[in-house]
Each structure stands twice: as C-alpha cells, then as structure tokens.
C-alpha cells in the first residue's frame, strides 16, 4: 500500500503518529543523558593498623581531587559522590605511615546499580618510625588542658560541651565530669564549659609548650527537673538518636542527586552530617538533652530549626527543608593548579594540604603534585599549601569568573630548617625541694634530633658540680633528642668534692653550642634554675597514728631520710621511748643500694596493747656535717593487744609467762 492510496486524512494521522514517537524517543535520549550526566558512586575500604593502635580518624583521600573522609573505630571508610574517572586512594595520619590504599576505575556502567560502590580490600597501614615523625616534634611544644566538671545539683557531668572560644579545639565531659583538650597551640585562651539547662562557665587558662594544664573543678548551676534526672539515671547514657530526610527545593524545581553540599547540624555541639544521595541524615550515640537542629547549604534558606528533647525518648525524627535563594544564584568556576616540593623527586609530591582561606574547601595533590576544586563562587580567593616538614605556601588574589577555570600555575615548598630549643625539662626550671639522689638525675628533650658531642660540650652548672650527660636512645637512629644529665648527688666518707649540696641554688645551662644534626646551633641559653632539698627523715615504718603494731627483734622500727647519715653521730641515747621498752633496742644504720640514702633500724621488744611515742633528739648530721631540717621528731604508734600478739606468734598459756622470762633474759 502506498500513500498516494490513502486518504488526505489517514495521511496526517500518520505524520502526526511519527512525530509524537520522534519525541517520545528524543526525551528518553535527553533523560538517559542527565540521568548520566548526575550518576555517582561511592568507593568503601578498610584501614588495619597495629595492635593497639587507635583505627579511627585516619584521613583516606583521592588525589589531587577534594574527595576525603574519616575512618570510624574499626578503620572502615567510604568515599561518596564520584563521578566517572580513576581514583588513586591515599591514607594519612600523623602516627602513621602515608599509604596508597588503591586506583579504582569507575565507569558510566559502575553507576548504574542502585547502591553503587567499588569495594578494596583491606589495606595495612604501619606505624610512623620516630626518626620519620617530624610529627613528633611538632607535638612536643604543643600542650594539653584537662579538667572536671562538676554541677549543682550533682549527677549532671556528664555530656557537658567544653571549647576554646575562637578555636577548634573541642570536646565532651565523661560520666565523671573529667574533660580532657589534647596538642593545643601555646597561648592565651578563654575555656567554655556549656550545657543545657545550666549556667555557662567561662574562665581565662594559658597553655604552655610541652605543659599540661590541670584547672580546678568548673562547677555549672542550674535547675533540672527532678523527674528528667530520674529517667537519665534510669536510661543508658549515650543511646540517643537523631534522623530524618533534607528536602532540598531549586530555583527550577529539579531534585538534586548529591546532597554532599549541604551540611546538618547540632547547634552548640560538633556533631555534623552529610546527607547521603537521598538526603537522609542520622546522629547516633548522642547524650540524652536537648539539641536543635538546622541544615545549611550556599545559597539555601532554611525554613526553619526544630529543637529535640532527647531525654526522655529515645530516638526523634526531624524533616529540615532548603529553598534555594534565587535572588543570589551565581554560576560558579573552577581552580587548578601544582605544587611541588623542594628536594623531591618528580613523582613525589602527593598529599599536600590546599585549602581555599576563610572556607571550607579543602583537597590533596596527585603525585604530580596536581590539584583541582570545582564549583567555587566567583571572587578572589587566597590559597594556602601545607605539608609536613616544609614551610607553607600560598597563592595570593586568585580571581574565580563564572564558567571558566582559573589556573594558578606551580608553587614549591622550600624545606623547613628547624632551630633547636628544648620543650622539655624534668625538674623545670623554678623547681623547689630537689631532691638530691644517687645520682640526681634532670631530663630534657629537643625540638629535634641533636649532634651528642655538641650536647655535652654545650652543657654546664654553676655552682660546679661533677655530671655526666647520656642521650637516650642509640646514637645514629634518629634518639638523639632526649638527654638524661647525672649529676653526682650522694658523698661517702671524706670525698665530698663535686656532689650536689643540701639546700643550695643551682643553675643548670644548655649553652648555643648544641647543635642540631643538620649542623644548626640553639639561638639561646637554656637556663634551669633549682634549689635543692634540705635533708629530712621521710618516713617510718610503723608511720605515726599506726595501730595494731607488732615490734620485735625480727620486725624493727624503720626511719627513712633522704641522704646518707654519717654513723658515728648515730647515738642510741638520742633515741628515747615512752614508756621505755624492757631492755635497751639494738639501733644500726643501712644504706639504700638504689638512692645511696640511709635507713635507721632500732630493733627491740615493745609490750602488747601499749600506747608507745618515740622520740629522736637532734645529734644525727649527714656525712657531709649538714643538720637534719625536722629534727627533732616524734612518731606514735599503739601495739597490738596481748590474745592477738599471742595468735599472731603461735603463743598459748602459759606462753605468756615463758614470753617474759625470754624478754628478760634479753
């Protein structure tokens, strides 16, 4: 049949029929494209490290892209909202050692699936070596804050929110109220202890380099309703839940496909998700009180926060919705760039941290050093490049035009030259009482490894005093920044000459000659200051107030000093009893082998369920004539009463009877 046969009419039904299935198929085409053009996967692994070695917080990122996450407790980690194209994967923490987990390919086919991923294997990752660690210096001269908290009325220390204001250092009381701010920059800070429904406590601490910092208890007041109290008591802590779903609205009513834009948040807490492709969203593990809840994303409006009472339900579901502000929509452009670094080979320059200044944007380079961030607002951005043992960088005015990439060009990292300080001293400087041992030992460590000849040739005290300097570690491992110093502390006999003296200020010198073993010398003298202690008797055995004492000729009373005592001033009649013991006590002297200290023995016979004082007048001096500082002293102490001494030796009638003429005979 031709169309010269059919009729005008049967004609153009049959046109209009072609055309209509010529747009059906041209939609399905357009359709196909951009459900392409918006297809994601995701890529998931597993870091294992050693041992007894914390998995969680490891950064995984793919090179040269803005791509990163976080593992959890067991090292598992998932990369979200890839699009199409090869990934090379790289594991980072300070600890440990920077590892290539994989390459994984993902194609148009790999995003068809519904839940598409790529899975590697697990992947281990070693523990950084302390001479690879410049990690470990930098620690060094950081500091640390801890600290309690305590709440009126009490049982509310727990999941209490304590900050640096200005800063990014944060975290959250335990059950017992102790809070804990690891590796803070030294300064001045103002700490903030919040929680809901409870006064705010605000206080001003300085951290030192190398110093921990223990602030008295910070109590929060407040009112809590008693029956809230009964039931956290009653509930397990830290079991609480939030979910729910963002809808996200455009300017031209589409549906986004990756919601990794938008950014859900606790108010006041650091709690923080990232939609998943659907928009759903959920905090877990979060302490029973009251959040609010509110989503951001650029260019969005957020019609409204919802705040939840967590303690008394166990779980809320909270539907947040973003309307995209088209008043301000702009097209956005792109940045790429290098950076490389000084010394390095030409394949070596990966996992250096680019951020763009005053955002969020953050992202690591290839091993080519290569970086790139998509989908930036139009302005003029500063940015920064950091990595390990190098000196930051910065590219500076990078101007960002709608639709266009802007190349910055190459920027090298020129080495880090450390300077030699000490971070540490053990006793510090200003240290009062020091006790004065066999040897008296002092440790200090630097801010990197040191050349061991120029240590000792660098190190000197005033008044003189005979030491000996040892580095801790083996010399040609990368040990050589910790320093034990020996000085000569204890004196026998007549040869006193060099040793530390009681009561005395010294200064201990770390001179500019101490270099470093890259052949860079200290700036300045290091000074410790010190006053050594006065000698004293420490303790004895039994210790004053004892009761339930036995004291016979094989179980002596002991006296401890803190220096060596010379025996010939040990007089039995300087040591007194009341009431007087039957028969005259057996006193000696022992030395400490461990301190080089004495111990003062009187052994004896001390009559059951008596009340006993002893007494220790002033003639005892030290072998080097110097006076004992809390002589004379008094100790007290009650012995047991007679049917226990009898239980405790094995004694039966008439074994007291036989027990007093043996006394006797003694």
Do not use: K
Request: aromatic content about 8%; some cysteine.
């Amino acid at each position: 049949m031709s169309l010269r046969s059919l009729s005008p009419l049967a004609v153009l039904v049959l046109l209009c029929a072609g055309m209509f299935l010529a747009a059906c198929e041209r939609r399905d085409r357009d359709a196909a494209r951009g459900e392409r053009e918006n297809a994601v996967a995701s890529i998931a692994g597993q870091v294992e490290v050693a041992e007894g070695l914390d998995a969680s917080a490891v950064m995984v990122f793919a090179e040269g892209t803005s791509h990163m996450a976080l593992t959890d407790g067991e090292g598992r980690f998932e990369l979200g909202n890839l699009r199409p194209g090869t990934y090379r994967l790289r594991a980072t923490r300070s600890d440990l050692e920077t590892t290539v987990l994989g390459e994984v390919t993902i194609t148009e086919e790999d995003t068809a699936e519904e839940q598409p991923f790529a899975r590697l294997d697990a992947v281990a990752v070693a523990q950084r070596e302390a001479e690879d660690d410049p990690a470990r210096r930098e620690v060094a001269r950081l500091g640390s804050l801890s600290g309690t908290i305590e709440t009126d009325p009490p049982g509310n220390e727990g999941s209490v929110t304590v900050y640096l204001q200005g800063t990014r250092y944060r975290t959250v009381s335990y059950d017992d109220g102790f809070f804990e701010l690891i590796n803070v920059e030294p300064g001045t800070y103002e700490l903030v202890a919040a929680r809901q429904g409870f006064s705010t406590q605000r206080t001003e601490v300085e951290v030192q380099a190398g110093q921990e910092v223990d602030l008295d208890p910070l109590t929060l007041e407040g009112t809590p309703p008693s029956e809230v109290a009964d039931r956290r008591d009653e509930a397990p802590r830290a079991t609480r839940t939030i979910y729910g779903q963002v809808e996200v609205l455009t300017g031209d009513g589409s549906v986004p496909s990756d919601y990794s834009f938008v950014r859900v948040n606790l108010e006041g807490t650091n709690f923080t998700a990232i939609p998943d492709s659907e928009g759903r969203f959920q905090f877990t593990n979060l302490p029973a009180q009251t959040y609010v809840v509110s989503a951001s994303a650029t260019n969005y409006l957020l019609e409204r926060r919802y705040e939840v009472n967590l303690e008394a339900m166990p779980a809320a579901e909270v539907d947040l919705l973003l309307v995209e502000d088209t008043t301000r929509i702009e097209r956005h452009g792109t940045i790429a760039g290098r950076v490389v670094l000084e010394d390095a080979p030409d394949n070596v320059h990966s996992g250096v941290q680019v951020s763009v200044a005053g955002t969020d944007r953050l992202a690591f380079t290839d091993s080519q050093g290569e970086f790139e961030f998509l989908d930036v607002e139009p302005g003029t951005y500063d940015l920064l490049a950091s990595f390990t043992g190098y000196h930051d960088g910065r590219f500076t005015g990078v101007e960002v035009l709608a639709d266009r990439e802007t190349d910055v060009g190459e920027l090298e990292l020129e080495r880090d030259v450390v300077v030699p300080r000490i971070v540490y001293a053990s006793p510090g400087d200003g240290a009062r009482d020091v006790t004065i041992e066999h040897p008296t030992v002092f440790t200090i460590q630097f801010n990197t490894n040191m050349d061991i000849a120029s240590v000792r040739d660098a190190i000197s005290i005033s008044p003189e005093a005979s030491m000996r300097v040892v580095a801790e570690g083996t010399p040609g491992r990368g040990a050589q920044d910790v320093f034990r110093i020996e000085l000569a502390g204890v004196a026998y006999g007549n040869n006193d000459g060099g040793v530390l003296r009681f009561g005395t200020r010294y200064t201990l010198t770390v001179g500019t000659r101490a270099e470093s073993l890259e052949g860079v010398a200290m700036r300045n003298d290091h000074n410790i200051r010190f006053t050594t202690s006065y000698p004293e008797i420490i303790a004895t055995v039994p210790e004053d107030g004892a009761s339930n004492v036995s004291v016979f000729f094989d179980r002596p009373i002991r006296v401890f000093f803190n220096a060596p005592i010379d025996p010939e001033s040990v007089r039995p009649e300087d040591i007194s009893f009341r009431p007087e013991l039957p028969g005259s006590p057996n006193v000696y002297l022992r030395r400490d082998p461990q301190t080089g200290w004495s111990v003062l023995f009187i052994a004896g016979f001390a009559e059951p369920g008596t009340d006993y004082t002893v007494s220790i007048r002033s003639g005892l001096r030290t072998i080097t004539r110097d006076r004992i500082r809390n002589i004379p002293y008094r100790f007290s102490f009650s012995t047991r009463e007679w049917r226990e001494f009898e239980d405790h030796y094995g004694l039966r009638e008439p074994g007291r009877e036989a027990l007093r003429q043996e006394r006797g005979r003694r």
